[in-house]
């Protein structure tokens, strides 16, 4: 069971989730306290077992059919695992959740209920997010912008110009990422009768369209941070690189961006150790 949860809850990512709630609540309250660590542990583990645990669940047909699944990329489940994965994700998160919500303001809880709520309408029965193109990629992003913008709120400050640019460039950034990661699955989407961004608009297409977010969002970093803060539009490049090589990818050899995805879950950890080295920087020394 607990194999089944970890698993479930994809250990690769959660880092992903927790970071920007962390990061931000540092930058934005400049202290330590139980809330940046009930936040984290809550951003870490719970966030991502609920947000993976009800997609594992409610994809788990279309996920039959999808090679990708059963390893990193996503747990293959039995069915009579199902109704514990979704239980252990309530559990898990509901307590963390009474307390944030206790221990926060209006609007910081009105930030969290949106962001719990792109958890569940991405991949739950009727809503169903994740099969509306657009809405995909806009939702997915949701999922790890929330957090930071979250933190931000939660630690007392106002979300002023240059904080609007940063989240509008997370947001290009994880929109980006998310359609990347659609191209690869646009034959088992199609078989499966599932919508995605990719699905409709093409391989190539969806690819270029990759590349400008990845572009504009590095442009948003440049005009709304002074240097050196600034220099983390150039953490652009890396996800850039790794999309290039495709740029005449085709439906019919869409799988192929496969190696482009499991790049990018690598790319995040070198991105992630660069970031923070720039924070420690301008927080040290600019």
């Known amino acids: 069971m607990i194999r089944a949860i970890l698993a479930t809850s994809r250990p690769v990512s959660w880092v992903n989730t927790a970071y ?4 931000a609540y540092l930058i934005a309250g400049q202290h330590i306290d139980w809330l940046l660590v009930v936040g984290t542990v809550f951003f870490l583990f719970p966030y991502n077992l609920l947000m993976y645990g009800v997609n594992d669940v409610f994809d788990y047909e279309s996920d039959l059919r999808n090679p990708r699944k059963g390893g990193i990329e996503g747990a293959l489940l039995s069915k009579s695992k199902h109704r514990m994965i979704l239980a252990a994700s309530l559990i898990s998160a509901l307590p963390f959740v009474v307390a944030l919500l206790l221990g926060g303001t209006a609007l910081s809880n009105i930030i969290l209920l949106i962001s719990l709520f792109a958890v569940l309408a991405y991949s739950a029965p009727k809503l169903r997010f994740k099969e509306r193109p657009g809405l995909d990629s806009l939702t997915s992003s949701i999922h790890f912008l929330s957090p930071a913008v979250y933190g931000w709120v939660l630690a007392g ?12 460039a997370f947001l290009l950034w994880g929109m980006a990422s998310h359609a990347l990661g659609a191209i690869q699955d646009i034959i088992p989407d199609r078989e499966g009768q599932l919508g995605s961004i990719a699905t409709v608009l093409g391989a190539r297409l969806t690819l270029h369209l990759v590349l400008i977010a990845y572009l504009v969002g590095g442009a948003l970093l440049v005009l709304g941070l002074r240097w050196p803060s600034a220099a983390a539009a150039l953490l652009v490049i890396p996800y850039l690189l790794n999309a290039l090589p495709y740029l005449r990818v085709t439906d019919a050899n869409s799988q192929e961006v496969n190696r482009a995805w499991k790049r990018f879950l690598w790319v995040n950890y070198l991105c992630g150790f660069l970031l923070t080295m720039l924070i420690i920087y301008t927080t040290m020394f600019a």
């Not at 920007?20 to 990061?23: L, N, S, V």
């Not at 400050?157 to 509008?168: E, N, P």
């Open 157 to 168: 400050s106002a979300v002023g110009s240059t904080q609007w640019c940063v989240f509008a």
């Open 20 to 23: 920007p709630f962390a990061a």
